[in-house]
């Protein structure tokens, strides 16, 4: 996949994070002129340059755990905001009525894990196993919590 130039036609700018980039077609001030986007030629190996480009796209567990937690905490706040904010009730009185009110919460939860479909959707697509693993592993938590408030198990 490595195209063969003479190396004194390529040059060498720095990309994200201080990564060097091997291109054709570079302005004297080693910026890249707008004609030539399509010219470019990154030395990066083909498998590695969608990720090498977009650096949001993570394959680690890890992530996709902490993608799982925050997402659907999201659902919840959405949830609030198009059902409660509407009758006045403020985010305290919400968390209250929760509080007191336990069979709610599995209702709330279940809600807020459908925040988590376009994610699952995006991962699916992309082939990030990984990220979906860990994404998976959070919901099923979730789902957990929302079984043992439901039976009165917490």
């Known amino acids: 996949m490595y195209k063969n130039e003479s190396e004194d036609k390529?040059?060498?700018i720095m990309g994200q994070f201080g990564r060097k980039i091997s291109v054709v077609g570079v302005h004297e001030?080693?910026?890249?002129?707008?004609?030539?986007?399509?010219?470019?030629?990154?030395?990066?190996?083909?498998?590695?340059?969608k990720h090498y480009l977009c650096p949001m796209i993570r394959n680690n567990a890890a992530f996709g755990f902490l993608l799982g937690v925050i997402v659907p905490l999201l659902g919840i706040l959405?949830?609030?905001?198009?059902?409660?904010?509407?009758?006045?009730?403020?985010?305290?009185?919400?968390i209250y009525l929760l509080k007191t009110n336990k069979p709610n919460i599995s209702k709330v939860i279940s809600l807020g894990l459908i925040a988590c479909i376009p994610l699952i959707t995006y991962y699916k697509n992309r082939k990030l196993y990984l990220t979906l693993r860990g994404i998976f592993i959070a919901i099923i938590l979730y789902a957990?919590?929302?079984?043992?408030?439901?039976f009165h198990l917490l």
């Open 10 to 12: 390529d040059k060498i």
């Open 29 to 49: 001030d080693n910026l890249p002129l707008p004609s030539d986007i399509r010219m470019f030629y990154f030395k990066v190996p083909s498998y590695r340059l």
């Open 78 to 94: 959405l949830l609030f905001v198009i059902k409660y904010m509407p009758q006045n009730v403020s985010l305290a009185e919400f």
């Open 144 to 150: 957990l919590l929302a079984v043992a408030y439901k």
